[in-house]
Structures are given as structure tokens and as C-alpha cells.
């Protein structure tokens, strides 16, 4: 089992939906968590930083972080066809291991 | 621009043959990665340097491969006798705090 799970999609909405992306994690000891999107042949771009449970908004997104069941959201509002992407999450032990343990990303299609 | 630059952007190669390739942190971030990433995955954790120092290596990182960050500035990551397994995309990031992505070296070995 992977310490870190996510579907891989691909997730096919039309422009204007609510997205919602999910990991979840096995390792209790991870204490942040980043969401990264990536376009085709590009690098990780970092989205959203969240440090323990709790809700983070910035814009259009919204993430969500809920330890007791080991479990983090994303959500998009409003899609459009721009954040058609690899939306990758992200997790860490502590502030001092720089690790970061990644799902496989899910890929994320808003068509006009 | 200020992020983290990566050289070359893409490299093809040979079996056999050595590759080596290049990333400039962002300039006040002491701490360095490098990560590698195959189609449909996410990154993988290879190694990390605290300025000079490499602090860890993954069990990814075979004898093949090694690192170096000289002045606690650019580092270099080297390939030796590649394998068609070693095809993909080497991402560097720095960080403070946050960790940031290089665009990535995409590596095709045939």
C-alpha cells in the first residue's frame, strides 16, 4: 500500500463546476500538506500549503485537511478550462524532514 | 525570474552513455532536492543537501547515480552507464519552508 493514495482520473467537468480532488494517507506523523498543479511537460506549481487540520481559502480554491480520518480535499470553484492540469498532493512529516511524499496526481479536464 | 532554473531542459541519450544535468536554487534557499518522476506518477524523492551537505539519498538512488552541491549553490546530478529505466523527468525545488519546483529535466535514454 502506498503512503499516499489519489485517483488518478482523469476528471472530465464542464467549465463553470465545483471540482473536488482527494488523497488519502496512511503515515499519522505527516503534519503539512501541499497541493501542486502541473501542466503537461512543466514542473509542480504550488497551489495551496495547509499545516495540520482545518480548512485553507485562497481564490477559487479551498482546501481542506481532515487528520482524524487521514483524508485532504481540494476543491476548485467556478472551473475553467485553464485549470485543466495534474493536480498533485503533497505531504510532510515536519518542519525539519523536507520530504515530501506525493500521490500520483489526478488529472483534471474543464472543457468550454 | 527568480525560481528555480534547470539545465538542460530536455536531454536525449544512449544506453551506456553518462548524462549530467544542472539546477540553480532560488538564491536565498539553502535547502535542495532532487526528485524523479515517470509518466502517470508523482515525484519521487531522490536526495536533499542542507547547503553542502547531503543530508539523505533514497534507495532510489542507485551507484549510478550521484549529486553534488559544491558551494552550497547550484547542484549537479550525474548519471552514469544509463539504463533505459532511468527515462524520465528530474525535477529539482529549493526551499526555506516552502518547496518550490524547477521545470524539470526530461531524460529519454534509448
Known amino acids: 500500500q502506498k503512503e499516499v493514495e489519489q485517483d488518478p482520473g482523469p476528471l472530465s467537468v464542464p467549465e463553470g463546476a465545483i471540482v473536488s480532488l482527494n488523497c488519502t494517507y496512511s503515515?499519522?506523523?505527516?503534519?503539512?500538506f501541499m497541493w501542486y498543479r502541473q501542466y503537461s511537460r512543466k514542473g509542480p506549481e504550488l497551489l495551496m500549503y495547509?499545516?495540520?487540520?482545518g480548512n485553507k481559502e485562497d481564490g477559487r480554491f479551498t482546501a481542506q485537511v481532515d487528520k482524524s480520518s487521514k483524508y485532504i480535499s481540494l476543491f476548485i470553484r467556478d472551473s475553467q478550462p485553464s485549470d485543466s492540469a495534474t493536480y498533485l498532493c503533497?505531504?510532510?512529516?515536519?518542519?525539519?524532514?523536507?520530504?515530501?511524499?506525493f500521490g500520483t496526481g489526478t488529472r483534471l479536464q474543464v472543457f468550454p | 525570474d527568480t525560481g528555480v532554473s534547470q539545465d538542460p531542459r530536455h536531454k536525449i541519450t544512449k544506453r551506456g552513455q553518462n548524462v549530467t544535468f544542472r539546477c540553480d536554487p532560488i538564491?536565498?534557499?539553502?535547502?535542495l532536492y532532487w526528485y524523479r518522476q515517470t509518466l502517470g506518477q508523482g515525484p519521487e524523492f531522490l536526495t536533499y543537501?542542507?547547503?553542502?551537505?547531503?543530508?539523505?539519498k533514497s534507495r532510489l538512488l542507485s551507484d549510478r547515480f550521484s549529486a553534488e552541491r559544491p558551494k552550497g549553490s547550484f547542484s549537479t546530478l550525474e548519471i552514469q552507464r544509463t539504463e533505459q529505466g532511468d527515462s524520465a523527468m528530474y525535477l529539482c525545488?529549493?526551499?526555506?519552508?516552502?518547496?518550490?519546483f524547477g521545470p524539470g529535466t526530461r531524460l529519454l535514454v534509448l
Open positions: 525545488a529549493s526551499s526555506q519552508t516552502i518547496v518550490y
Open positions: 503515515n499519522s506523523a505527516f503534519q503539512y
Open positions: 495547509t499545516y495540520s487540520s
Open positions: 503533497a505531504m510532510r512529516e515536519d518542519y525539519n524532514t523536507d520530504k515530501l511524499i
Open positions: 538564491s536565498e534557499h539553502n535547502r
Open positions: 543537501f542542507q547547503n553542502e551537505a547531503q543530508l539523505e
